[in-house]
């Protein structure tokens, strides 16, 4: 898999979604306890995901990021599941899950998929936990049907990533480069790529190792179909059918290199976000893309207080 040169000035949005998670080592007795849904699920009616339930009490539905495996949110999972049925996501194609039958229309599949199990499961309202990728895939089943949802956590992800860099973007001036992309990412990230890329976008040594391998075991149509997807899809002129309310968590410090700063990058967002009722977006001091890994101490208080706050 390899990325045209033509896109090296969206580097930084590229890095923003296009990497990996290690399944986190739960602490001494709070590893999470795998429960039997209480509706059997249907796995031939959503092909482009399977769905590990864990937990008790109000429905939570978490959602990867590009080529990760529902295990990202182990440690969230371990957290909340005395308190919510955590409903855990994997795409079909990421971190060497087998690949979809087909890709094309695949997020468009992938969003259908979820609203029909949101519906089959009897899920009332669920919060909806969702980094990059995942944090998109919420947006848009809100905007679709923003009766079927709960609040949002919405981590490091945009409704429009390929105006991150020009708020003048559109869809039909992003379609080519999301052509062109799609199309050279062919064949199996080359190891020492997929490493840089991880290295973007967390800290820990080990997690970067593990990471690099995800990214390898992903499966490049899908990949590349995820990524197409993303930057031909502009949700932010539909947030306003978003009535429940919505936290952003943001990050910023990866992409010092690039001229950003705190500041240009809240702006980035709260620019993005303007169309949306009811939300808040708070930025994350120095953790990188995968914020629940990276300034794990500070994910958690915000979205405590942010769940706990929407429980009043």
């Known amino acids: 898999m390899k990325f045209p040169t033509t896109l090296r000035p969206f580097a930084a949005a590229v890095l923003l979604l296009a990497a990996t998670a290690l399944p986190a080592a739960a602490a001494p007795g709070s590893a999470p306890i795998l429960t039997s849904a209480t509706i059997a699920d249907d796995p031939a009616a959503h092909p482009n995901f399977t769905v590990r339930v864990v937990g008790k009490g109000a429905p939570m539905l978490l959602i990867p990021g590009l080529t990760c495996p529902g295990a990202v949110w182990d440690e969230t999972v371990a957290r909340y599941q005395k308190q ?65 949802l709960g609040p949002l956590v919405i981590v490091d992800s945009l409704p429009f990533l390929a105006a991150m860099q020009n ?88 992409y010092k290199q690039y001229g950003s700063t705190k500041e240009s990058t809240k702006a980035i967002f709260e620019r993005q976000y303007a169309a949306l009722p009811q939300h808040r977006v708070e930025m994350s001091e120095a953790g990188r893309h995968f914020l629940m890994w990276d300034d794990t101490a500070w994910f958690f208080q915000q979205t405590d207080a942010f769940l706990a706050a929407v429980k009043k």
């Not at 955590?86 to 979820?114: K, M």
């Open 84 to 148: 919510y049925r955590c409903h855990i996501v994997s795409l079909a194609g990421f971190g060497g899950a087998a690949a979809p039958a087909r890709t094309d229309s695949l997020l468009r599949n992938v969003r259908d998929q979820l609203l029909t199990y949101i519906q089959t499961q009897k899920l009332n309202k669920p919060a909806v936990v969702g980094h990059s990728l995942g944090g998109f895939m919420a947006l848009w089943l809100s905007t679709t049907r923003p009766e079927a």
């Open 167 to 254: 708020p003048d973007m559109t869809v039909a001036m992003a379609r080519p480069m999301a052509a062109s992309m799609r199309q050279q990412m062919t064949g199996q990230m080359p190891v020492a790529m997929a490493r840089q890329m991880s290295a973007t976008m967390m800290t820990d040594t080990a997690r970067i190792s593990q990471a690099t391998r995800w990214s390898v075991a992903s499966d490049p149509a899908t990949v590349g179909q995820a990524m197409y997807d993303l930057y031909t899809t502009d949700l932010r002129a539909e947030l306003g059918r978003i009535k429940q309310p919505v936290l952003v968590l943001g990050a910023w410090a990866a």
